[in-house]
Nanobody, 125 residues
Framework: QVQLVESGGGSVQAGGSLRLSCAASGFTSSNACMGWFRQAPGKEREAVAVRYRGGGVTYYDDSVKGRFTISHDNAKNTVYLQMNTLKPEDTAMYYC??????????????????WGQGTQVTVSS
């Protein structure tokens, strides 16, 4: 059984940083795409960053390029999202997701089979 458990959300002021973690269990394939999505109230869930576990290829949404970094620790089977220079518009529920196979640019939530429960990120101005 695949389980994804996020942690690390919270409230910060604009310009601050947070690091989200997603611990995966029951899912160890290197041929897998790990992703972070976010959903703000009244908006659709959108991909923030995705990373192919087998080769490290990453894709970022334009709104977070240069500020967010997705990484993976194979030994801990954990994927991270380092978020720097946070803005109020980054406020959302953040979800970890996983799928078997490769990643590509501008992925949709429907392309991921496994999801975490979400962690809230709130950025105040």
């Amino acid at each position: 059984q695949v389980q994804l458990v996020e942690s690390g959300g919270g409230s910060v002021q604009a310009g601050g940083s947070l690091r989200l973690s997603c611990a995966a269990s029951g899912f160890t394939s290197s041929n897998a795409c790990m992703g972070w999505f976010r959903q703000a109230p009244g908006k659709e869930r959108e991909a923030v960053a995705v990373r192919y576990r087998g080769g490290g290829v990453t894709y970022y949404d334009d709104s977070v390029k240069g500020r967010f970094t997705i990484s993976h620790d194979n030994a801990k089977n954990t994927v991270y999202l380092q978020m720097n220079t946070l803005k109020p518009e980054d406020t959302a529920m953040y979800y970890c997701a996983a799928r078997r196979g490769v990643c590509w640019r501008q992925m949709n939530p429907a392309e991921f089979a496994y999801w975490g429960q979400g962690t809230q990120v709130t950025v105040s101005s």
